[in-house]
């Protein structure tokens, strides 16, 4: 069985600043890794996924993630907050057999001037 | 590319009434497609899994006989909430991936369910 954390479901970042956002993970076998952002009544868009090599994936809009086997870890970070940037944010596992996503509990991030 | 639709993006039914619900992948085929339901301020749960051409999976404690699901070609699928009623009123959104490659799911923007 896979289940996902996100330590923090609301986040408050200035402007500027760094945006982290906390996910582990616990899964029996190496599972995929992804990180989602959702826009208030909108679907879920991906930021970026950890699938093989590289541990430190960078994806869309500036924001990248590493993926930590030994802290069963996959936190989303982006060095200068925009704006832009507030929404609800999913990180989700999946095993690598039948694609199943489980997601977190989602965590709120809202940018202050 | 990897683009999918669902439609309606609103809909608004009286109770006992059926309401169908399309999901389309719109630049590629997708072999498997999930449905998922949202409530406010929560986290998407997984409803069913469905292949095209095959029955779908439903996740346990989901009812099947309430949430058909249709996966006749590989672009579309569609949901159908039976006799809906005021509880069924969520977020549904739909997701698509393709055989193999890389597991990436691509969503759809979602359906607002209101059950009066």
């Known amino acids: 069985a896979q289940s996902v954390t996100q330590l923090g479901s609301h986040v408050s970042v200035s402007e500027g600043a760094l945006v982290l956002l906390r996910c582990n993970y616990s899964?029996?076998?190496?599972?995929?890794l992804f990180w989602y952002v959702q826009y208030p009544n909108q679907g879920l868009q991906l930021l970026l996924k950890y699938t093989t090599g590289a541990t430190l994936v960078k994806g869309i809009n500036g924001f990248e993630a590493e993926f930590k086997k030994s802290e069963t870890s996959f936190h989303l970070t982006k060095p200068s907050a925009h704006m832009s940037d507030a929404a609800e944010y999913f990180c989700a596992v999946s095993d690598r057999n039948w694609g199943k996503l489980q997601f977190g509990a989602g965590t709120q991030v809202v940018v202050t001037p | 590319g990897a683009v999918v639709s669902q439609h309606p993006s609103r809909v608004i039914c009286k109770s006992g009434t059926s309401v169908k619900i399309e999901c389309r992948s719109l630049?590629?085929?997708?072999?498997?497609m999930f449905w998922y339901r949202q409530f406010p301020k929560q986290s998407l749960m997984l409803m069913a899994t469905s292949n095209e051409g095959s029955k779908a999976t439903y996740e346990q404690g989901v009812e099947k006989d309430k949430f058909l699901i249709n996966h006749a070609s590989l672009t579309l699928s569609t949901l159908t909430v039976t006799s809906a009623h005021p509880e069924d009123s969520s977020f549904y959104i739909c997701s698509a991936k393709t055989a193999g490659g890389t597991d990436t799911q691509y969503f759809g923007p979602g359906t607002r369910l209101t059950v009066l």
């Open positions: 630049d590629f085929q997708a072999t498997t």
């Open positions: 899964s029996s076998v190496p599972p995929y």
